[in-house]
């Protein structure tokens, strides 16, 4: 039995408190239920004494008051200890509850957790095909400035995008979709946005808690192209190129992006 509980405790520790608590509580109220249950049987009629019997009514005297006065005190210190055994009772069962709550806020934060992990969806990267950052990541971007369009209608000049140049890159593990910036909106609060602030943190590299440095191999291998684009709705991509200080792709891996090959400009 002891190996049982032993191993009980160590596996749920609000467990075997619960368990702790309701020995300590037991081993209070026992004594206390075997001194009134004993009280109790003194006070009975012994050997077939008759209640009507008049050999017996000569002990309503003097004789019985002293044996009266001394159940009363007792029966009262019985009384005083089963209380004060209840409110430890009752001290114990809040104890408890409140263990109990903590364990289950505990358990339900645990169980958020481990979901939340595992709805993110997972890095694409390819070491031969995609490329990595050759620079630290530049700041992050404020709400409102990202597009992510189908690569499709910026080609067909209909994906909703004010005139202007745009910065882009395209991710291996989302080829049919770019991810776009314009260049008006680089520039916040005296932060330089670029091609890298494009990418999520987790795309780009595996460990922040590293410093960075030169060919650091924790760099993803998530993007498939970069560069920049002019853009004109209505009617599509007037020039692209292939120009990124960050990720310099070659110009000849252009044909992996689906726009228009013939307003390619190649910069070397």
């Known amino acids: 039995m002891a190996a049982t509980v032993h191993r009980v405790e160590h596996e749920h520790p609000a467990r075997s408190a619960s368990a702790g608590l309701f020995r300590t509580v037991s081993h209070a109220v026992s004594p206390i239920a075997k001194r009134l249950c004993g ?36 029966e009262e210190a019985d ?9 430890s009772l009752g001290r114990s069962l809040s104890r408890l509850s409140t263990m109990s709550t903590e364990q289950s806020l505990d358990d339900l934060r645990m169980a958020r957790s481990s979901s939340a992990i595992s709805r993110l969806p997972s890095v694409a990267e390819d070491v031969e095909h995609g490329y990595a950052s050759r620079l630290p990541r530049q700041a992050s971007l404020r709400p409102g400035v990202k597009h992510i369009c189908l690569v499709s209608h910026v080609r067909e000049g209909c994906a909703g995008l004010r005139d202007g140049s745009y910065l882009y890159v395209v991710m291996v593990g989302d080829p049919e979709n770019i991810r776009l910036i314009h260049e008006d909106d680089l520039v916040c609060e005296g932060a330089l946005a670029g091609h890298s602030s494009l990418v ?7 460990h922040w808690s590293r410093r960075w440095e030169q060919s650091d191999e924790d760099f993803r291998h998530t993007v498939l192209f970069a560069g920049e684009l002019e853009y004109a709705e209505g009617v599509g991509v007037l020039s692209w190129n292939n120009h990124s200080g960050h990720y310099m792709p070659d110009s000849e891996d252009h044909v992996r992006v689906g726009l228009d090959p013939d307003t390619f400009v190649p910069f070397d």
């Open 200 to 206: 999520e943190r987790r795309e780009f590299k595996r």
């Open 39 to 74: 009280s109790a049987a003194a006070a009975a009629p012994r050997g077939g004494g008759s209640d009507t019997g008049d050999s017996d009514c000569s002990t309503d005297g003097a004789a019985a008051q002293p044996m009266l006065v001394e159940d009363e005190a007792s």
């Open 79 to 87: 009384f005083g200890e089963a209380a004060r055994c209840a409110a």
